[in-house]
Nanobody
Framework: QVRLVESGGGSVQSGGSLSLSCAVS????????LAWFRQVPGKEREAVAT???????AYKVSVQDRFTVSRDNAKNTLHLQMASLKPEDTAMYYC??????????????????WGQGILVTVAS
């Protein structure tokens, strides 16, 4: 059984920082593209950051230079460090995985495994 469990969300003031983690079990993440998505009510889920099996990262333009995605294959975990947070970063954040070596899709429909989501709230 594959499980992805997010942790580290919460509330923060604008300009603050938060770190999210995703603990993965049931698969060996070294062979998987890993990603963070977010969603607000009434809008589609959007990719925030992806990291390939080679460690190549990609970011949504609006979070570039503020967010950092990383992976620890030895611990089977995914992380997202978020700095200079803005109210528009408020959303449910989800970690996701797909069996893809060397690349990552941007379409959430292509991801096979998902966490339950964790809420990040940024107050103005």
């Amino acid at each position: 059984q594959v499980r992805l469990v997010e942790s580290g969300g919460g509330s923060v003031q604008s300009g603050g920082s938060l770190s999210l983690s995703c603990a993965v079990s049931g698969i060996t993440v070294s062979g998987y593209c890993l990603a963070w998505f977010r969603q607000v009510p009434g809008k589609e889920r959007e990719a925030v950051a992806t990291i390939t099996t080679l460690g190549i990262t990609a970011y949504k333009v609006s979070v570039q230079d503020r967010f950092t995605v990383s992976r620890d294959n030895a611990k089977n975990t995914l992380h997202l460090q978020m700095a200079s947070l803005k109210p528009e970063d408020t959303a449910m954040y989800y970690c996701a995985a797909v069996n893809a070596r060397g690349w990552c899709p941007g379409d959430p429909d292509q991801f096979a495994y998902w966490g339950q989501g964790i809420l990040v709230t940024v107050a103005s």
